[in-house]
């Protein structure tokens, strides 16, 4: 329901106050005099990240970083994913800063480029253990191993990356408490749907069977996309798979790695884009409905988070869900699918180097006191939030 007369005059007044506080709202999404926007785009809008989050992001992606370092042992692929999109943000985000260095402040840059300057070590360490160790894997092991170079070119995943824009709000159908609880079923129903793995298209095993295919297309490295060639079936699944839980995000997460890892496409360059969008605005939906309970699965909607900010979509990066999102995080610096309880302690360490093993789906990590793939999306969702405020204010 668009707005009457009245109302927008109101809104207007709102939006010269709030554009003119650019420490408050980014200049980039002050609305523009021909553009009309619900209250419900700008209720997202106004709960953008503000420059003076920076600060408290950076800090806990730091804390995130070092423990991680500091266990290198523990980091599995969802981990090392996670991980690897924080390398992709910070360091689009610098490189783009570049030629305007004094509009960056020295101390964050620093910080920044020390940040990523260890999570390349762990990166490495990861890869370098992986390779070590590939002759000793088992097959299913092996296949993993295989796809670690779709996420590996850091230079085609950064040249895709794209800004974040106001445009996409509009492309997002935003829908009443109520009439989310009718799409996505009774809570309880849902929370159950949402662990049934068996019931996604496509499930994990035939997401796996089309990684692994699209792992063997060569990286294009010229301006216009390809084709990609993978099975007509991954195709069919992109395009008719689950529309909620990780049914969803697995779809969305192959359209992603064809473009940002071999820069070729399903169906053509401008229809993958639009299902991309198209699968993005159902899921912000989704992340609304978990948002209304408690955020009681946050391991997806960071999942959701750090996919679809990869393609600009910025309503997902709400401050007030950023913030109830890092009440997952342990003193310690990682995260765990619940709220960490009072006097929490870690259970004692692994050795490093020794007794390190391929983990491609270990999630539960020492004894349940952290989770990595919860630690991995959490990573690369706080990237995403600080690349949006360098992108907005620097």
């Known amino acids: 329901m668009y707005l009457n007369i009245n109302k927008m005059f109101r809104l207007c007044i709102r939006i010269m106050l709030l554009c003119t506080l650019s420490v408050f709202i980014p200049v980039i999404f002050c609305v523009k005099p021909n553009d009309i926007h619900t209250y419900r785009e700008m ?31 523990y980091v599995d692929l969802n981990l090392y994913f996670g991980l690897f999109v924080v390398k992709v943000n910070l360091k689009s985000s610098l490189k ?37 160790f590939i002759v000793k894997l088992g097959s299913v092991e092996q296949r993993s191993v295989g796809l670690l170079d779709l996420i590996s070119n850091e230079a085609t995943w950064m040249n895709k990356l794209a800004n974040f824009s106001l445009d996409l709000f509009k492309k997002t159908k935003y829908y009443s408490r109520k009439k989310l609880k009718e799409i996505y079923f009774d809570w309880a129903d849902y929370f159950e749907k949402v662990f049934d793995v068996d019931i996604f298209s496509p499930s994990p095993n035939e997401s796996d069977t089309c990684l692994t295919s699209l792992a063997q297309n060569p990286v294009n490295r010229e301006v216009n996309m390809t084709h990609c060639h993978v099975p007509y079936k991954c195709a069919h699944l992109v395009n008719n798979g689950t529309h909620f839980g990780y049914g969803i995000t697995h779809r969305l997460l192959f359209l992603l790695l064809t473009r940002f890892s071999r820069n ?6 401008a229809d993958d884009a639009i299902l991309i969008n198209q699968l993005c605005a159902t899921i912000y939906n989704e992340a609304e409905y978990i948002a209304h309970f408690d955020f009681e699965i946050p391991d997806l909607i960071l ?23 890092l009440d997952f995080q342990t003193s310690y610096g990682c995260f765990n699918v619940t709220r960490p309880r009072k006097n929490f302690t870690l259970p004692k360490f692994k050795s490093d180097g020794v007794s390190w093993e391929f983990l491609s789906t270990n999630e539960a990590i020492m004894n349940g006191a952290c989770n990595g793939h919860m630690t991995g999306v959490a990573s690369a969702a706080l990237a995403s939030a600080i690349r949006f405020i360098m992108e907005t204010f620097y």
């Open 43 to 73: 209720e997202i809008i106004d709960d953008l990240p503000v420059k003076i989050d920076m600060e408290k992001y950076l800090s806990k992606l730091e804390d995130t970083i070092a423990f991680v370092n500091n266990n290198k042992v």
């Open 303 to 325: 999942e959701q988070i750090s996919l679809c900010t990869l393609v600009g979509h910025a309503q997902f990066l709400r401050r007030s869900w950023i913030d109830e999102l």
């Open 96 to 132: 783009s800063r570049g030629k305007n260095r004094g509009l960056l402040p020295a101390f964050i840059r620093t910080r920044l480029e020390n940040l990523l300057k260890t999570n390349d070590a762990v990166v490495e360490y990861f890869t370098k253990m992986t390779k070590k």
């Open 264 to 269: 070729c496409a399903i169906f053509s360059d």
